[in-house]
């Protein structure tokens, strides 16, 4: 049984959660299938945008505790669950060359709210709710919520979420800085999707260094983000879709980009 859905759009694909009957709970295919979604979205030349999101009335509630062996202490081991099926999903999704949106339909719960967040760009519909339920269960936030949670709403919100478990609504966390902005439910596929349809008309190398260097910016010294912006914006010049932005500019037109270095 498909766990995911892909729908191709002009310029950009809609990678969908479906679940709907669990809330999208995780489980290992459907891990391995996201995974496989965006190396193919990569990979193709006429995909320049990706939109992640839910089917039904949640996005992810998580991982699906039915869906693992993992119940009895002697033989537990969710590290390596962790290390097999999130790890490369998210490193993937905050290294990957394209724009990647989430629009948030519904509760985001525990490694469900954490794959959101390592979006780009993130939605949420006005019902929806953003949880770090691992305490609940005695677990620690994993899918990079420990790496993510702090940079985006600091460090006193980000301990307050993690142990205290409290859901929040989307208006807090559009407040808090955790997500790009909060959407009318009706409205959210159709704003997620002009968003996606906007980025795949933008410069998609350029874009890409531009995340390059926004994942740097946390952990380099200011010398070391200087030099690679140097070395980054030598390779955005070198670009033809830097020449065809600045005769654009030049003619007072709009640019007609091809995404391509």
């Given at each position: 049984?498909?766990?995911?859905?892909?729908?191709?759009?002009?310029?950009?694909?809609?990678?969908?959660?479906?679940?709907?009957?669990?809330?999208?709970?995780?489980?290992?295919?459907?891990?391995?299938?996201?995974?496989?979604?965006?190396?193919?979205?990569?990979?193709?030349?006429?995909?320049?945008?990706?939109?992640?999101?839910?089917?039904?009335?949640?996005?992810?509630?998580?991982?699906?505790l039915s869906?693992?062996?993992?119940?009895?202490?002697?033989?537990?081991?969710?590290?390596?669950?962790?290390?097999?099926?999130?790890?490369?999903?998210?490193?993937?999704?905050?290294?990957?060359?394209?724009?990647?949106?989430?629009?948030?339909?519904?509760?985001?719960?525990?490694?469900?709210?954490?794959?959101?967040?390592?979006?780009?760009?993130?939605?949420?519909?006005?019902?929806?709710?953003?949880?770090?339920?691992?305490?609940?269960?005695?677990?620690?936030?994993?899918?990079?919520?420990?790496?993510?949670?702090?940079?985006?709403?600091?460090?006193?919100?980000?301990?307050?979420?993690?142990?205290?478990?409290?859901?929040?609504?989307?208006?807090?966390?559009?407040?808090?800085?955790?997500?790009?902005?909060?959407?009318?439910?009706?409205?959210?596929?159709?704003?997620?999707?002009?968003?996606?349809?906007?980025?795949?008309?933008?410069?998609?190398?350029?874009?890409?260094?531009?995340?390059?260097?926004l994942n740097?910016?946390?952990?380099?010294?200011?010398?070391?983000?200087?030099?690679?912006?140097r070395d980054?914006?030598?390779?955005?010049?070198?670009?033809?879709?830097?020449?065809?932005?600045?005769?654009?500019?030049?003619?007072?037109?709009?640019?007609?980009?091809?995404?391509?270095?």
């Amino acid at each position: 049984m498909a766990e995911i859905s892909i729908a191709e759009r002009a310029g950009y694909r809609i990678v969908t959660l479906d679940r709907p009957e669990k809330l999208n709970a995780t489980t290992a295919g459907m891990l391995r299938a996201l995974r496989a979604a965006f190396e193919d979205a990569a990979a193709d030349r006429a995909c320049r945008a990706v939109l992640l999101t839910g089917a039904g009335r949640g996005f992810c509630a998580g991982q699906d505790l039915s869906a693992v062996n993992t119940l009895d202490p002697a033989t537990a081991d969710l590290g390596a669950l962790v290390e097999e099926l999130y790890n490369p999903l998210i490193r993937l999704i905050r290294a990957h060359p394209l724009p990647v949106v989430c629009a948030v339909n519904g509760i985001a719960a525990g490694a469900g709210a954490n794959l959101a967040l390592a979006c780009d760009i993130v939605l949420a519909a006005r019902s929806a709710s953003f949880v770090q339920a691992f305490a609940r269960i005695a677990l620690i936030p994993d899918a990079g919520g420990t790496w993510i949670l702090p940079r985006l709403v600091g460090d006193a919100r980000a301990r307050a979420l993690a142990l205290l478990a409290e859901k929040i609504t989307a208006d807090q966390a559009a407040e808090w800085g955790m997500i790009w902005r909060v959407v009318e439910d009706e409205a959210l596929m159709e704003e997620a999707e002009k968003l996606a349809a906007y980025l795949a008309q933008q410069p998609t190398a350029t874009l890409g260094l531009i995340k390059q260097a926004l994942n740097a910016s946390s952990t380099n010294g200011l010398d070391a983000q200087l030099a690679l912006e140097r070395d980054l914006q030598r390779k955005a010049g070198q670009s033809g879709d830097y020449a065809e932005g600045a005769r654009a500019f030049l003619e007072k037109r709009a640019p007609r980009f091809t995404g391509r270095t």
